[in-house]
């Protein structure tokens, strides 16, 4: 049985502890929630990277509408910890992508992200409608999205916190953004795996996993840590697996 990112990592950065169990929160009121089995070696990961312990927790559950929900803490020694979340949609209903990563160092959160990501060609309605009321804090620094981020939506909040409150606003706003997730959800309908709406929204998904793939810096740290086979393996199978083929 995979065990908690809270059980597992103790003397998290407090966002980091926080929107874990912020998020395990939300996800436990999802309908039809069951956990998916995950390999020991991908459950719990331990390696070295510059003299240093890095240890990867994982949780990976599914529900009604949704093919994946996954939730990852990394920490590696004393200083680097890495929140990460990531809530798949199944095709065939109309819902967003979920997503939300936290980097904390010795010197605090050098950045933080949370959007709910188009899997078709644009969000839903509703979804729009619901986040246009969530009051968005004036963050006082920015951060620019990389190259790819073309598959982010118009709602996404990259920033570098400035202090505890605006660690705190953030926080909050994940939790905003989780709240609207969790009402698509609960409203959602299944189509026909054959409704051009299904699979415009699977090849956006296919998209969403292959832009991600393109931070060479996540695999260049897992094929130091491990080996570029295991990296592949992570990356592909766990951190941004294709959604399997519509039937």
């Known amino acids: 049985m995979q065990s908690s990112v809270s059980d597992s990592c103790e003397g998290l950065h407090p966002l980091v502890k926080a929107l ?13 929630l069951r956990l998916l089995p995950l390999a020991a070696d991908l459950e719990q990961v331990q390696g070295r990277l510059d003299g240093e312990r890095l240890f990867i927790a ?21 200083g680097l910890q890495i929140l ?26 050098s950045a933080a992200i949370v ?7 644009n969000l839903p309605a509703p979804v729009v409608s619901a986040l246009q009321t969530v009051p968005v ?32 606003l953030f926080r909050q706003l994940v939790m905003d953004y989780l709240a609207v997730m969790r009402e ?6 299944l189509d026909s795996p054959e409704a051009t709406s299904t699979i415009r929204r ?12 393109r931070n060479d810096k996540t695999r260049r740290v897992l094929e130091k840590a491990f080996d570029p086979t295991w990296a592949d393996r992570y990356i592909e199978q766990l951190l ?8």
Do not use: M
Request: proline content about 10%; hydrophobic content about 35%; overall charge negative.
């Open 20 to 32: 874990s169990e912020g998020i395990r929160s939300a996800r436990g009121e999802l309908p039809e």
């Open 115 to 121: 959007d709910l990501s188009p899997a078709g060609e």
């Open 58 to 78: 994982n949780e990976v559950h599914q529900c009604r509408g949704l093919r994946k929900l996954h939730l990852e803490v990394a920490r590696l020694g004393n």
């Open 184 to 189: 698509a959800v609960a409203g959602a309908s």
């Open 137 to 168: 804090p004036g963050f006082r620094q920015v951060r620019q999205l990389p190259g790819w981020g073309t598959i982010f939506s118009s709602f996404v909040r990259f920033i570098r916190p400035d202090g505890a409150d605006e660690e705190e």
């Open 240 to 247: 941004f697996d294709d959604p399997p083929p519509l039937r």
């Open 202 to 213: 699977h090849e956006g998904q296919l998209n969403y996993c292959l832009q991600q793939k």
């Open 84 to 109: 990460h979340c990531v809530w798949f949609p199944d095709p065939r209903f109309d819902l967003p992508i979920f997503g939300a990563d936290v980097v904390a160092g010795p010197a605090g959160i």
